[in-house]
């Protein structure tokens, strides 16, 4: 994974073998978790419940696959101070400014669930849900034409929590990261959402 | 009534009346003990005591009468002071005197033995209830003998004579000398008894003895004869040997071969002879120890006019159980044959035998292992001829053993399959391995996959994303064209 990809599965160390463990005897406490080891049992005596409960495992590494830009952005965005950068009569396309923030909080939770299926048989979903709380230090954006073009400078860290239902599966706090390259911005993050984005956004995707 | 008479009168009135207390007063005494000072009884002695006074004194022993009044009924009434005699058995003789002057109303009387131990008895007995001033005599345990050892000196060199004068010197007395009969001695020897440096009592009596040899117990001998031989043609020479248990020394022995007069006593035990004619001939032989004794033991010999060797074969060596097998005796020489000869056939232990007069018999056998069998050919003379012994392998057929190798197989490969079935099974439920393919969950063994029906989708919902900043979020803006 390369770095201008960062995302929350970084900062919660899930690659293999490094980071934040799943506590996969934790599945067995949760009540969905218990009805779907019931119905497959029915549906296959074959079927192994430790290795669903790996498969699972796996799975909600993949829960952590958030873009940290995903959370970050639309978190800058919410300050109206920052928001006044993409007004072009204010800070013409050609200006460029480098906006020092003072530290602050992103708070973020995310519901994400596990829909198991077998041989199209869908059983009922594992509701997850996944809280981090983001510091953010030294943050130096390089803003022009309404876009955010570069992280210069800032650093991040917090904690993180991810629960089935109401049994934690993961906890960790995770140090600081340089944000500084972490991100490929590309032509830049618009600060006004485009139309497809407000339809990306209200899709959930 | 003349005053006389009247004074005869009251004279016997007070002897009725003194017999009468003296009466009442032993049947108080007896009356059995104070097991408690409660008791009735005791109480009752005890409220009557504390208002007599004495009246009469006997020996050592105080008698308190208060009344001595003639009842209705014509008896007195006694009323007496009496203790409870505490137990004095076990105490030492001064523990009981102390006990005993310790007791109000009791006094030390006497002990028997004087030099005795503890108490073993006393009188009055305990728990008893007597007149205050009763004197207690203790009966005390015989003191333990005191041991006066001495040491015994060796008597047997001495003469009779002064054996004694040396005992007595020795603080021994002398038991007598007298002659015994034992095997610990050899016969003659003088010993003593008990033995010198024994430790004894004074005055232990010392005898002195003279070995003799016990009576000797009449040994059993027993007389065997064996012979070189049972059956013999005419002029073969056979020999006999007499066996006598147990040996003897100067024991002589006398054969008679059964076929003419006997021979004479001779210290040899065996002996030889040629019969010169056929027949059954019984031998015997005589044998005399030199205590006089004789003991007498017999056998018997054929000798053949003619004589066969009897060879027995079977037709098969080796056959199936419940295979007849044909057993044939052969006569060597064949000719001459014996007259009207009887073939007794016998198999294995079986004590009755097949009688043929055939040289052959049929015999199967059952069971599967070695059998044997033999034939005595007997003729009209009684003479008999026994054949060697011949032998015969039995074994199970051999389909039952194809049958069941193929079964025991079929089992074992069944079994084998049955496992294989189980450790595939056992594989499928516990081996197999789990791997994430994409969203697919694909279950492999190592056969192969094997299942690759399931799914798991993550479905992510909106970010719900929220700030917070304590005071301006800007803290420096730098601008550049």
Request: hydrophobic share 40%.
């Given at each position: 994974?390369?770095?201008?990809?960062?995302?929350?599965?970084?900062?919660?160390?899930?690659?293999?073998?490094?980071?934040?463990?799943?506590?996969?005897?934790?599945?067995?406490?949760?009540?969905?978790?218990?009805?779907?080891?019931?119905?497959?049992a029915?549906?296959s005596k074959l079927i192994r419940?430790d290795a669903?409960?790996?498969?699972?495992?796996?799975?909600?590494?993949?829960?952590?696959?958030?873009?940290?830009?995903?959370?970050?952005?639309?978190?800058?965005?919410?300050?109206?101070?920052?928001?006044?950068?993409?007004?072009?009569?204010?800070?013409?396309?050609?200006?460029?400014?480098?906006?020092?923030?003072?530290?602050?909080?992103?708070?973020?939770?995310?519901?994400?669930?596990?829909?198991?299926?077998?041989?199209?048989?869908?059983?009922?979903?594992?509701?997850?849900?996944?809280?981090?709380?983001?510091?953010?230090?030294?943050?130096?954006?390089?803003?022009?034409?309404?876009?955010?073009?570069?992280?210069?400078?800032?650093?991040?860290?917090?904690?993180?929590?991810?629960?089935?239902?109401?049994?934690?599966?993961?906890?960790?706090?995770?140090?600081?990261?340089?944000?500084?390259?972490?991100?490929?911005?590309?032509?830049?993050?618009?600060?006004?959402?485009?139309?497809?984005?407000?339809?990306?956004?209200?899709?959930?995707? | 009534?003349?005053?006389?008479?009247?004074?005869?009168?009251?004279?016997?009135?007070?002897?009725?009346?003194?017999?009468?207390?003296?009466?009442?007063?032993?049947?108080?005494?007896?009356?059995?003990?104070?097991?408690?000072?409660?008791?009735?009884?005791?109480?009752?002695?005890?409220?009557?005591?504390?208002?007599?006074?004495?009246?009469?004194?006997?020996?050592?022993?105080?008698?308190?009468?208060?009344?001595?009044?003639?009842?209705?009924?014509?008896?007195?009434?006694?009323?007496?002071?009496?203790?409870?005699?505490?137990?004095?058995?076990?105490?030492?003789?001064?523990?009981?005197?102390?006990?005993?002057?310790?007791?109000?109303?009791?006094?030390?009387?006497?002990?028997?033995?004087?030099?005795?131990?503890?108490?073993?008895?006393?009188?009055?007995?305990?728990?008893?209830?007597?007149?205050?001033?009763?004197?207690?005599?203790?009966?005390?345990?015989?003191?333990?003998?005191?041991?006066?050892?001495?040491?015994?000196?060796?008597?047997?060199?001495?003469?009779?004579?002064?054996?004694?004068?040396?005992?007595?010197?020795?603080?021994?007395?002398?038991?007598?000398?007298?002659?015994?009969?034992?095997?610990?001695?050899?016969?003659?020897?003088?010993?003593?008894?008990?033995?010198?440096?024994?430790?004894?009592?004074?005055?232990?009596?010392?005898?002195?003895?003279?070995?003799?040899?016990?009576?000797?117990?009449?040994?059993?001998?027993?007389?065997?004869?064996?012979?070189?031989?049972?059956?013999?043609?005419?002029?073969?020479?056979?020999?006999?040997?007499?066996?006598?248990?147990?040996?003897?020394?100067?024991?002589?022995?006398?054969?008679?071969?059964?076929?003419?007069?006997?021979?004479?006593?001779?210290?040899?035990?065996?002996?030889?002879?040629?019969?010169?004619?056929?027949?059954?001939?019984?031998?015997?032989?005589?044998?005399?120890?030199?205590?006089?004794?004789?003991?007498?033991?017999?056998?018997?010999?054929?000798?053949?006019?003619?004589?066969?060797?009897?060879?027995?074969?079977p037709n098969l060596r080796r056959a199936k159980t419940n295979t007849p097998i044909l057993f044939?005796?052969?006569?060597?020489?064949?000719?001459?044959?014996?007259?009207?000869?009887?073939?007794?056939?016998?198999f294995d232990n079986?004590?009755?035998?097949?009688?043929?007069?055939?040289?052959?018999?049929r015999r199967s056998f059952s069971d599967a292992r070695t059998h044997w069998a033999?034939?005595?050919?007997?003729?009209?003379?009684?003479?008999?001829?026994?054949?060697?012994?011949a032998a015969v392998v039995i074994v199970r057929p051999l389909w039952p053993s194809v049958v069941g190798a193929f079964a025991a197989i079929a089992i074992l490969a069944l079994g084998v399959l049955t496992i294989a079935q189980k450790i595939a099974t056992g594989r499928l439920k516990y081996d197999w391995v789990?791997?994430?393919?994409?969203?697919?969950?694909?279950t492999t063994v190592p056969g192969g996959v094997v299942d690759?029906?399931?799914?798991?989708?993550?479905?992510?919902?909106?970010?719900?994303?929220?700030?917070?900043?304590?005071?301006?979020?800007?803290?420096?803006?730098?601008?550049?064209?």
């Amino acid at each position: 994974m390369s770095k201008t990809e960062l995302n929350m599965k970084d900062l919660f160390g899930m690659e293999r073998g490094k980071g934040a463990v799943v506590e996969r005897e934790k599945f067995d406490n949760a009540k969905s978790a218990t009805e779907l080891k019931d119905k497959l049992a029915k549906k296959s005596k074959l079927i192994r419940w430790d290795a669903v409960k790996d498969v699972m495992a796996e799975k909600t590494v993949e829960m952590f696959d958030i873009p940290l830009v995903k959370v970050l952005f639309p978190a800058w965005k919410k300050y109206r101070e920052i928001m006044e950068f993409a007004d072009p009569e204010k800070h013409p396309p050609r200006e460029t400014s480098l906006i020092s923030l003072a530290e602050h909080t992103v708070k973020t939770d995310h519901h994400p669930y596990l829909q198991v299926s077998y041989r199209g048989f869908q059983f009922p979903k594992l509701d997850f849900t996944l809280s981090a709380e983001l510091t953010l230090q030294g943050i130096v954006l390089r803003i022009q034409d309404g876009k955010i073009k570069e992280i210069k400078e800032g650093t991040v860290k917090g904690k993180g929590s991810l629960l089935l239902e109401k049994e934690l599966v993961i906890e960790r706090p995770f140090g600081s990261y340089d944000l500084p390259g972490s991100f490929d911005l590309g032509d830049g993050i618009p600060l006004q959402d485009s139309d497809a984005e407000h339809a990306s956004a209200r899709s959930g995707r | 009534m003349s005053p006389v008479t009247n004074a005869l009168r009251l004279l016997k009135v007070a002897t009725f009346a003194s017999v009468c207390v003296l009466f009442a007063a032993g049947r108080s005494f007896a009356q059995s003990g104070c097991p408690e000072t409660s008791s009735p009884s005791a109480a009752r002695l005890a409220a009557e005591a504390r208002v007599a006074r004495p009246q009469v004194a006997r020996g050592g022993n105080t008698l308190y009468m208060m009344q001595a009044r003639k009842k209705p009924s014509g008896l007195a009434k006694a009323e007496v002071q009496v203790v409870c005699v505490p137990d004095f058995t076990g105490m030492t003789l001064d523990q009981a005197k102390a006990a005993i002057e310790k007791t109000k109303g009791l006094h030390f009387d006497n002990a028997l033995p004087a030099d005795g131990g503890t108490v073993m008895d006393q009188n009055p007995k305990p728990f008893h209830y007597f007149p205050i001033g009763t004197g207690v005599t203790l009966q005390l345990q015989p003191p333990e003998p005191v041991s006066h050892l001495r040491q015994v000196p060796d008597i047997t060199h001495l003469d009779e004579s002064k054996v004694e004068g040396f005992l007595k010197h020795a603080g021994l007395a002398y038991g007598g000398s007298s002659n015994t009969e034992t095997n610990d001695y050899p016969v003659g020897t003088i010993f003593q008894d008990p033995p010198e440096r024994q430790w004894v009592e004074e005055n232990t009596p010392v005898f002195r003895h003279q070995a003799a040899a016990p009576p000797q117990q009449s040994t059993k001998y027993q007389l065997s004869l064996r012979a070189s031989a049972t059956e013999l043609s005419i002029n073969e020479r056979v020999s006999f040997e007499a066996l006598l248990t147990p040996p003897v020394a100067g024991a002589g022995y006398a054969f008679d071969f059964g076929d003419g007069p006997g021979g004479d006593l001779d210290g040899s035990k065996t002996a030889a002879n040629q019969y010169t004619r056929d027949g059954t001939f019984t031998i015997t032989v005589t044998a005399v120890l030199p205590s006089g004794e004789s003991l007498q033991a017999q056998t018997t010999v054929q000798v053949h006019a003619n004589s066969w060797t009897i060879v027995l074969q079977p037709n098969l060596r080796r056959a199936k159980t419940n295979t007849p097998i044909l057993f044939e005796a052969t006569l060597l020489p064949s000719s001459p044959a014996p007259e009207q000869a009887r073939y007794w056939f016998y198999f294995d232990n079986d004590e009755k035998p097949v009688i043929s007069n055939l040289p052959s018999a049929r015999r199967s056998f059952s069971d599967a292992r070695t059998h044997w069998a033999s034939v005595v050919v007997k003729d009209t003379d009684g003479h008999s001829f026994r054949s060697n012994v011949a032998a015969v392998v039995i074994v199970r057929p051999l389909w039952p053993s194809v049958v069941g190798a193929f079964a025991a197989i079929a089992i074992l490969a069944l079994g084998v399959l049955t496992i294989a079935q189980k450790i595939a099974t056992g594989r499928l439920k516990y081996d197999w391995v789990a791997d994430v393919r994409g969203t697919q969950l694909v279950t492999t063994v190592p056969g192969g996959v094997v299942d690759a029906g399931f799914e798991f989708r993550v479905v992510h919902s909106p970010l719900d994303v929220s700030t917070h900043c304590a005071g301006r979020i800007i803290k420096r803006v730098e601008r550049s064209v």
